[in-house]
């Protein structure tokens, strides 16, 4: 198995059989977010999140999470708490 150094921790961190330049993993000892920047030597570095994308992942989550909200059925009857209808006697 391939390894390299975190850059942020300095832990060896398992890449895998075929490594490829550009490929993203995360440190399991420290959670950095790192790219393969280098195949021979074997280098990490802190990966590069585009401005634009991280916008969008952003807001992908908070649509989600008002999407689950609309699958909510409420069960509203039409009248108010506490009022039931009167008879006639």
Known sequence: MATALC?????????GP???KGQWVS???CNADLEL???SP???DWAQYDEEDVEDDFWDDE???FDDWDDEEEDYDDEPLGWEEEEDF
């Open 18 to 20: 075929k490594p490829k």
């Open 37 to 39: 920047i280098s195949i």
């Open 7 to 15: 850059p942020d921790c300095g832990q060896k961190i398992v890449i």
């Open 42 to 44: 074997l280098e990490l």
């Open 63 to 65: 649509e989600d999470e």
């Open 27 to 29: 440190c399991p000892h």
